[in-house]
């Protein structure tokens, strides 16, 4: 269950400064799927950041599962993150050094995972991501859809209860993004809560609910069914 | 989790070969140089640190004024010192050398130091076998071996017990054998390959109660509740009671008294400090300037920083390469502390790697490093723990800097920022370029130090030392026949052959001979109501026809006058000047009270019978028969010389069959008394071009990451219609300026310190402006080398392909 009250985001550069986020409101609750859309530069991934943890809020208060966190240091986010908190980017993020297998395993070397539960675990993400296959592949030699099935098998390896991605099928074809889509619904099908950056109407169509942003202000929420 | 480091810590080393030859490379071959010098410093600062005594014992030496020191005493000093001072002093010991060994029919070239009797409870030489260090010389027929002389002289027998025979003035005598003690180390300024007791040295009986004659050396070991100040205090009485003469004199002449207002005093010289003081130290093993070995380690500091700074650098810079791994990893909730470990633990792992690689460099250079800087120096210098630890501690150390910095810089980088890809190499760029110009400026002091020292050192090796250096050869005579006969003999064998043009011979050697040793001897006297001092040399006729010496007043020595082999003398233009008198041809000179004065019959040009670090002293050459002739000067024709050598030792060994022909060119033998300033300068030549080439390779590993950084700029510019020149000119001048920064920083420190290096010298040269200039284009020249290569390249690459890969 995730709450956010008054949230504020001020970037102060020496020359100018951009409010970010102006006061934003908004609970998810567990198991919900959350579509967040709105123009480039209106402050949606600075939301994402907050809500994943990432970056403290200017102003505000932001409960994570009943726990205040604005104002908690680095650390205590970091303990907090691990295990609970998924990441999915546009862009994969996968570390080029290390193979399929290698960073799908890296959040359970984290959580000090014991080694036969941590091999159990990453094969079955790797075999759910339909990318066993590839395990033994570095980033580079996977296309787009695999280098991104591979991040959600790392996003979920860890079993969170909240998965946050930031438009993850934007550098994605149609076809490998509707793939995407789907393994997202099934994992918010089994209960995982997902909260997504998107620009596209379609897949923001999965979502049970769209949070409309503009100008770092949450205009409209429309919810489907 | 440390399999996960492990892996991903060679897989980067791996996919960035370059980087990491770069970086492995250059700090192995830092850790290695470090490693060379190290050892070179510690072994010259260790010397004579292996006696047990040591920081109880003590050179004498005497010193006029401010600046004069004189190591040579007389006899009678000694017994007055042991009356004077029971308490103080627990030993003292005198030391002279001389003599030549014979063991039934075979006579030896040996050391052969007089010594008294408690020189082995004194001086740690450990015994091997035969009698204990307080009885091995107890008797005045005793002598004692090294294990080594011993071996050589006696093969596989039992030398204790043995006699042998050893040859003074007066003849053969027998010596029997008493103890066998360890060869010296490396590190000792003794040097000697037998011992017997300064008593049975014949001049002792004529010098025992001689106050005039300052043949020998002391070496005390003092109480262990006496210090050097307070027993220096106790030898000004000495001097006021025992030297009250030479003090009037030296008053009366007006002499400038030293700091504590003492015209005359007799001094201690601690024996650690006996290998670096140039005047009083041992003539066997040159001594050093102090400042040398230290110098050599901050040259060793200089390379580990330069390897430091490139290790940051390229690291800094490759890091930026990383960011998305650091990104994800703190997304993923790896703690900053984590990461810095696990940066930190790599570069770790790289400087360990480099350690055993420059470990190995060192160990396998050693030999080669030995032989051409003539070091003595040991790797089993590393067997010490102490040396061990602080070499250890010094790696972590460095280690923590130049591994810690990088690893603190990336476990720093933003998460949202290096998530979203915009972390830029611009960050860091006024660290990197702050250390890219200390690097150059340490490696442009280095070039300016070194271009001056060599200049310095062939200054004084081109010096015209006014005799001829290069067609003379000195033989050392140490056979079983006297000087004078060999000399003798020589003549007649020789004076027919075209090749040999003249033959004289001296008491005194020019520079170090292969014998190794050096003499000087000063006689004082009154002239005309003032002191004279003068270096005092036994020669031969034809002394300055062999060594071409000008003539500039009166004659030379010659047969037809008798006197000239008792009273003549001839005396150098310092001499003259020294004498004072308008015309010092037919001046007369009472050097010995009981005897005939002796007469200045003749003037020649100064020339310099020292080494060029002192100015040239007055100097007295006399044919007195009282004296002997240690060295057979020859001189020969220039022409086919290797005939003539060994013509030279072929004669020499038939007219001398126990006796082994060490002859030397007398150019060889002056250089040998530049030996150590010229190993130092070569060794600081080459620790300066690693210097360079360390410096260099981390430029060029900057530039080759910067031109990746701009490789879209460049091809933008291209599109837009630049020209390659103006790119290239572009890319270089960024890296030009910090050049020109280094060189204005190190311009002035270099002038500053080779100024205070050239105060020691009396001859030296004057710093020229071009130096600096020639240094900065040298540093400009390289560092444009490196760079253009790699902005050379990137220019050239189509725009079409640089854009693309963006
Ligand atoms: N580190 C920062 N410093 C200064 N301003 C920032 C920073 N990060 C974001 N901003 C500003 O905050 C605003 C919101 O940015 P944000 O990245 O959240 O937009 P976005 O909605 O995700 O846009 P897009 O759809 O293009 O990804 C923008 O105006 C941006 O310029
Ligand atoms: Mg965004």
């Not at chain 2, 892996?7 to 770069?22: E, G, M, S, V």
């Not at chain 2, 002449?253 to 005047?279: A, I, K, M, T």
């Not at chain 2, 220019?795 to 854009?803: I, T, Y």
Request: net charge neutral.
């Amino acid at each position: 269950m995730i709450q956010t009250v008054n949230l504020q985001k001020l970037f102060a550069t020496e020359e100018v400064e951009t409010t970010a986020l102006h006061g934003i409101s908004m609970d998810v609750r567990d198991g919900e799927f959350v579509a967040i859309m709105g123009p480039s530069g209106c402050g949606k991934s600075t939301l994402l950041n907050i809500l994943g943890l990432l970056d403290n809020p200017t102003a505000g208060e932001y409960h994570f599962y009943g726990t205040e966190v604005s104002r908690m240091s680095e650390r205590q986010r970091a303990q907090l993150r691990k295990g609970s908190i998924g990441f999915v980017f546009q862009s994969f993020n996968l570390i080029d050094e290390l193979t399929v297998y290698e960073n799908v395993e890296l959040p359970l070397l984290y959580l000090k995972t014991p080694a036969d539960e941590r091999k159990a675990r990453v094969e079955e993400a790797l075999t759910r991501m339909n990318i066993m296959h590839r395990r033994n592949h570095f980033p580079q030699q996977l296309s787009g859809g695999q280098q991104q099935r591979t991040a959600i098998a790392r996003a979920v390896v860890a079993k969170p209860k909240l998965i946050l991605a930031d438009e993850p099928t934007g550098n994605l074809d149609s076809a490998n993004g509707e793939e995407v889509m789907k393994l997202l619904m099934q994992l918010n099908d089994e209960g995982t809560t997902i909260i997504m950056v998107t620009h596209s109407p379609y897949d923001a169509g999965f979502a049970h609910r769209i949070v409309n942003l503009f100008d770092g202000k949450i205009v409209t929420e429309n919810f489907h069914v | 989790m440390l399999h996960n480091y492990l892996k991903i810590a060679f897989r980067n080393l791996w996919k960035h070969k370059t980087y990491t030859l770069i970086n492995t490379v250059g700090l192995a071959v830092a850790f290695g140089s470090c490693l060379l010098l190290f050892l070179t410093a510690y072994h010259e600062l260790s010397f004579d640190n292996f006696h047990t005594n040591g920081k109880n014992i003590y050179q004498l030496y005497n010193q006029t004024g401010l600046s004069n020191k004189g190591v040579p005493m007389p006899a009678p000093l000694t017994t007055a010192l042991k009356k004077e001072f029971p308490q103080d002093i627990k030993h003292i010991v005198r030391v002279v050398s001389g003599g030549t060994i014979r063991y039934g029919d075979k006579s030896f070239s040996k050391t052969v130091r007089y010594v008294d009797e408690p020189f082995l409870q004194v001086f740690s030489f450990p015994t091997q076998r035969g009698a204990r260090p307080e009885s091995a010389l107890s008797s005045l027929s005793s002598v004692v071996l090294t294990e080594t002389a011993a071996k050589d002289i006696f093969g596989s027998e039992n030398p204790i017990g043995k006699t042998l025979s050893l040859q003074d003035e007066t003849g053969w005598k027998p010596f029997v054998v008493s103890s066998i003690v360890a060869d010296y180390p490396d590190n000792s300024s003794f040097r000697f390959d037998m011992l017997v007791r300064f008593e049975a040295d014949p001049t002792y009986q004529l010098n025992k109660d001689n106050w005039d004659d300052s043949y020998h050396t002391v070496f005390l070991q003092l109480a262990d509740n006496v210090t050097q100040a307070s027993f220096e205090q106790k030898l000004r009485g000495v001097v006021k009671k025992y030297y009250a003469g030479n003090l009037s004199n030296l008053k009366r002449d007006g002499s400038q008294p030293d700091e504590n207002g003492d015209l005359y005093s007799l001094r201690l010289l601690p024996l650690r400090d006996l290998h670096f003081d140039p005047e009083v130290g041992t003539a066997e093993v040159p001594p050093v300037k102090k400042s040398y070995p230290y110098l050599l380690l901050i040259v060793a500091g200089f390379i580990v920083v330069i390897a430091c700074i490139n290790f940051i650098n390229l690291s800094t810079a490759r890091s930026l390469t990383r960011s998305r791994e650091v990104g994800m990893r703190k997304a993923l909730g790896a703690l900053k502390s984590q990461l810095f470990l696990q940066f930190w633990g790599e570069a770790l792992l790289i400087s360990l790697f480099a350690l055993t690689l420059g470990g190995l460099l060192t160990y396998g250079l050693l030999p080669v490093f030995k032989q051409v800087f003539r070091s003595t120096t040991s790797f089993s210098y590393f067997q010490q723990p102490a040396i061990l630890i602080s070499l250890l501690i010094g790696f972590l150390l460095i280690t923590f800097v130049a591994g810690g910095y990088p690893a603190w810089f990336m476990a720093r980088f933003n998460t949202i920022k290096v998530l979203k890809g915009g972390i830029s190499l611009n960050r860091t760029s006024i660290l990197r370029n702050t250390l890219l110009v200390v690097q150059f400026a340490i490696a442009t002091l280095l070039i300016t130090c070194t271009v001056i020292a060599w200049q310095q050192i062939n200054f004084l090796r081109k010096m015209p030392l006014g005799y001829n250096e290069d067609q003379v050869i000195s033989i050392p005579i140490r056979g079983s026949i006297n000087g004078r006969q060999m000399l003798r003999l020589l003549r007649d064998r020789l004076s027919q052959q075209p090749r040999i043009l003249s033959i004289t011979g001296a008491y005194k050697n020019f520079g170090r001979g292969l014998d190794g040793s050096t003499v000087t001897s000063i006689m004082g006297f009154e002239h005309n109501n003032h002191s004279v001092q003068s270096h005092w040399q036994i020669v031969d006729y034809d002394y300055l026809k062999t060594l071409d010496l000008r003539l500039i007043a009166g004659r030379d020595f010659s047969r037809e006058y008798a006197t000239d082999t008792t009273t003549s003398v001839i005396i150098n233009e310092a001499m003259a000047k020294a004498l004072g008198d308008r015309n010092p041809i037919g001046a007369l000179m009472q050097v010995d009270s009981g005897r005939a004065p002796l007469q200045v019959v003749g003037v020649v040009k100064d020339y310099h019978h020292e080494s060029l670090k002192r100015k040239i002293q007055p100097n007295t050459l006399i044919m007195d028969q009282g004296w002997p002739i240690g060295y057979a000067l020859v001189k020969i024709a220039p022409d086919n010389v290797p005939a003539t050598m060994a013509m030279l030792k072929k004669t020499w060994e038939e007219l001398d069959p126990n006796s082994t022909f060490q002859g030397s060119f007398l150019d060889e033998n002056t250089d040998r008394l530049y030996k150590a300033e010229e190993r130092l300068s070569q060794l600081f030549i080459s620790a300066a071009i690693v210097a360079i080439v360390l410096s260099c390779l981390g430029l060029f590993a900057i530039a080759v990451m910067v031109m990746t950084q701009r490789t879209k700029e460049v091809g933008i510019r291209k599109v837009l219609g630049a020209s390659v020149l103006s790119i290239v000119a572009l890319l270089s001048n960024d890296f030009l300026k910090l050049v020109v920064a280094g060189i204005v920083i190190a311009s002035p420190v270099a002038w500053y310190f080779m100024n205070q290096w050239l105060q020691d010298f009396a001859y030296k040269i004057d710093i020229e402006w071009w130096v600096f200039v020639l240094a900065g284009l040298l540093a400009i020249g390289i560092a444009l080398l490196t760079v253009s290569f790699q902005s050379v390249k990137a220019a050239l690459m189509n725009p079409v392909k640089s854009l693309r890969t963006e």
